[in-house]
């Protein structure tokens, strides 16, 4: 295949890595800690550095399945509070993103923006021995706003070698929220979560992908007190976390490979009680810094020049603080 011939391709698959800012993960009120619903963890793969350089709208649809059979504790072991837990999450996710005719760094770098809003349905179950169960509503998840600069790829030997895009991202509390619900679509609070996208192309056929986040959360002023401790307001804890992937091309249409990522929570989440109240360090199961460690295989198909589909399956192999199982993640790709 001519090199020419595999720049467009490789710019072309590459609109699927566009701007994504927030695909949904499984609140753990009550299992862990506190962190927002509309976080990327492995939405995102193949390619991910690369994205448009022209001006122009494209549209990018995330349905994932989430399915988790346990529960981890601070040890990672099997919370003993949970006995049988199956919680079933179906996701929709729909994304614009328009990239404008505004460059900076002598042209080099596209000034675009994003906009992603999700749709959530739950399902759960627990024995009717558990000592705790987990409450769910389904609906519109919270709104992410973002900004980002697409630059302009690497080329040597007459093909891309290198990609890379950064953005700043806004998740915005507009989704529905319940004191009352364990589980919510929405999160209840603002946070602010840039990220850096590189995509490294060491031969025509080879790919490595990563994608390096940061979160930073606000406080919930409304936030879950069951017990009516007194609690007026929870503040989830900063966190970090990459997605990592690495492929090769079976042929200029289809490549496959390998996916994962790794989050960790850096700061305990923190609570504000009531005057009078009786202040706990970490109510109702909430034992330490969340962490998860997901790996599994994934591929690329162009199925035309405005089609592009990633299918990614992911295995959560260690995870604390947190609900641990596995991810299904298929993501579509229209440029217009």
Sequence with gaps: MPNSTRTRTWIRAALGAMALGAVCALPTAQAGNLEPAGINTGGTSFFDGFGATKPGLAYLGYYQYQHYNRIDDNNGNASPGFTNPNIDVFLMLNQLAYTTDKTFFDGSAHLGFTGLLPLLHFNSSFAASSM????????????????????????????????????????????????????????????????????????????????????????????????????????????????????????????????????????????????????????????????????????????????MWYVNLYDQVQAKNRPRGTVLNVHWVHPF
């Design 132 to 307: 705790n169960k987990l409450s769910t509503q389904d609906g519109v998840g919270d709104l992410t706003l973002g900004a980002y600069l697409q630059f302009n790829p690497v080329i040597s030997g007459g093909r891309p070698v290198y990609s890379q895009r950064v953005e700043m991202d806004v998740i915005v509390p507009s989704g529905q929220y319940s004191s009352s619900s364990d589980i919510n679509p929405g999160s209840g609070f603002w946070s602010i979560n840039p990220y850096w996208s590189g995509t490294l192309l060491p031969t025509p056929k080879t790919e490595i992908s990563w994608r390096l986040n940061y979160l930073y959360n606000f406080s919930n002023n409304n936030p879950r007190d069951p017990a009516h401790l007194g609690l007026t307001s929870s503040k989830a804890g900063q966190a970090a976390w990459v997605n990592f992937t690495a492929s090769y091309a079976v042929n200029p249409q289809l490549h496959v490979g390998l996916n994962g990522y790794w989050f960790q929570q850096l700061t305990n989440d923190s609570y504000s009680w009531a005057a009078g109240s009786t202040p706990v360090s970490m109510p109702y199961g909430d034992t330490g810094k969340s962490e998860v460690l997901a790996i599994g295989p994934g591929l690329f198909w162009q199925a035309s020049a405005k089609n």
